[in-house]
């Protein structure tokens, strides 16, 4: 029998979550459901084979998943089309897919099989990585400075750092402050502790 925890406190997607993963599964699988990270740590959390969370959970206990990794799926609201590159180490699932192509993304998950996608599958293109200055400036949009303080704070051009943010977004896909700072926690850019 199979033990998966289902972590997230928006109760129509745990539901919609926990179906799938029965309708994928069969009746061999047990999901528990919790609001919140502090009733799955009260609940002997190595006991799981897998952990579906919350991109907020995981951005607020990084350090406790990070170390988990392979029992670990984080729950994604923006589509696979917006991450060009999966953080290292972490399966993501894509909630927005639909519900053929979401489900044999977690058949394949629950067979054990490494679902994880180093480049967007409908791309051609080849992965850019940051420059580091990119990622000096990632990390202070992440920690809330806005686009002149972070340009003050490197000794650059506001226009160069209107730059730099288009060429983030440009290289991964992801256009939302949220889903920017999901990347730079679950890529090692900067510690979830210290937003």
């Known amino acids: 029998m199979m033990e998966i925890a289902l972590i997230t406190a928006n109760t129509a997607e745990a539901l919609g979550l926990e179906a799938l993963i029965w309708k994928v599964a069969g009746g061999e699988t047990v999901v528990r459901r919790f609001r919140d990270f502090a009733a799955f740590i009260d609940d002997t959390p190595d006991m799981y084979r897998l952990c579906f969370i919350s991109s907020l959970t995981f951005l607020n206990y990084n350090a406790f998943f990070a170390s988990r990794s392979e029992r670990t799926v984080v729950l994604v609201h923006e589509g696979p089309g917006r991450f060009k590159l999966a953080p290292q180490g972490i399966r993501l699932l894509y909630l927005e897919e639909e519900e053929q192509k979401l489900g044999k993304k ?38 809330g400075f806005i686009n002149k303080e972070i340009a003050d704070r490197l000794c650059i051009s506001l226009t160069t750092v209107i730059t730099h943010r288009k060429n983030i977004t440009a290289k991964l896909g992801i256009k939302s402050l949220g889903g920017l700072t999901l990347y730079a926690v679950m890529n090692g850019y900067i510690e979830a502790d210290r937003l």
């Open 106 to 143: 977690l058949a394949c998950i629950l067979r054990g099989e490494d679902a994880r996608s180093p480049v967007r599958q409908d791309s051609g293109e080849d992965f850019a990585p940051l420059s580091a200055r990119e990622v000096e400036v990632l990390v202070l949009l992440c920690k």
